[in-house]
């Protein structure tokens, strides 16, 4: 834990990455860490999923002095549980309240007058809340925006946040490359100045898009992930295969949903496989499935709020007929 010590990071916010995966001398954790740390606005291109984005929140999280305070992350409805498995993980071992805001009109779970630790809620039910002078936005030291391109809530969020602190830390989250587009707005308007963060395995000259004909897809729920590649490894057999993930969460429960019976088969977070059928369990960068691609035949499983960056990445992709998840 030497690295996160050297960043003044909280200990059992950095045990809580590194229990589900992520090392200080990560590319993605030294890249975006100190930065939010710091307490500067930052833009990170993250493909949208809330495992990728475990380096930011645990610092945000993990911060103490000056920059500590508790964090708003914004989200579209269909992540928040998602969000929240992601970041009890995270939080697991600290001291810190979560709270997950799951649908407008219901009260906050803690009747303390101070917030949460982390709020995690859709622009719509923390606007909600603000109207019902439950939220107190002014208190928030952090707002996190996880990939608003995905939302259709841009005056929602401008009512929102027009009470949020203006030296308050804006971490915007988002897969779309052309910042100035989609998530561009929110970019301009609320983390002017921002820094911009890129994922280290996006390199100059490399393809925008992937064309290669073997990517498939397979529709799923965050939740039923673990069982959709269950059900891909069924249907194609695969003599060798990996399932591919951001980080370790899940790896204890796809292992026990896949059972112990099959050979040939590997969980990994990050690495590619030199050979074999990968599953990507959480969406890749363009370049990663590039050479997952390089590796063998791809599958992407395709979980809410994922499909146009699948789009992007995989244009000539194939949707898979999962027989064994159909119940009559």
Known sequence: MSGFAEWKIDPASAAGLEHIGWRADDAEVRDAVPAVLR????????????????????ALLGRTGEHAGPVLLLTAPSMIAEWAITVGALAEGTTLRIEVARAAGTRAS??????????IASPETALDRHVRSALHPERFRAVVFAWPEEWNADETVTMLLQDVDRNAQRVVLTARGEIIDGAGGVVERYARKSLVLKPPTVEAGTPALVTSPSVRVAATTWGGRAATAAAVLDAIDPMQATIWTAD???HQLIRRTLGSLRTGISVSSR?????????CYDPPTAQQLTRLGAAGEVVLLVAPGTESHAARIAPSRRPMLLLSLIHI
């Open 39 to 58: 307490g500067s606005n930052v833009v990170v291109l993250l493909p949208p999923a809330p495992a990728w984005a475990g380096p930011v929140i645990g």
């Open 110 to 119: 803690s009747a303390s007058p101070l917030p949460p630790d982390l709020l």
């Open 248 to 250: 370790e969460r899940d």
């Open 271 to 279: 690495t590619i496989p030199d050979a074999g059928t990968v599953i």
